[in-house]
């Protein structure tokens, strides 16, 4: 039964690589797209980010005000650099 995934991975590695290299090349309105996407990845990737930050942020200051008001010493805080937030999505061609 394992010898026969094997073969059957390997054939499909094979014929999944022959479809591959028969792929036509990228016109420029799919390289377009592609940029357009990889773009949109990117500063999603960003926003993603700053909202990270922004909610470690509250928590950090929620833990250290619970401790102020239990009486316990706030531990001194870490320097950080500050959020950034990446602002509203620019498409390349609006941006140019």
Not at 66 to 89: N, Y
């Amino acid at each position: 039964m394992r010898g026969q995934r094997v073969v059957v991975t390997i054939l499909a590695g094979m014929l999944s690589t022959a479809v591959v290299a028969k792929l036509p090349p990228l016109n420029d309105d799919q390289k377009a797209k592609a940029a357009e996407a990889k773009a949109k990845a990117d500063w999603q990737a960003k926003v993603d980010a700053f909202q990270l930050c922004v909610s470690q942020e509250r928590v950090a200051r929620f833990y250290d005000a619970s401790l102020r008001a239990k009486d316990k010493p706030v531990p001194q805080p870490v320097a950080t650099a500050p959020c950034q937030d990446p602002g509203p999505f620019q498409a390349a061609s609006a941006a140019k």
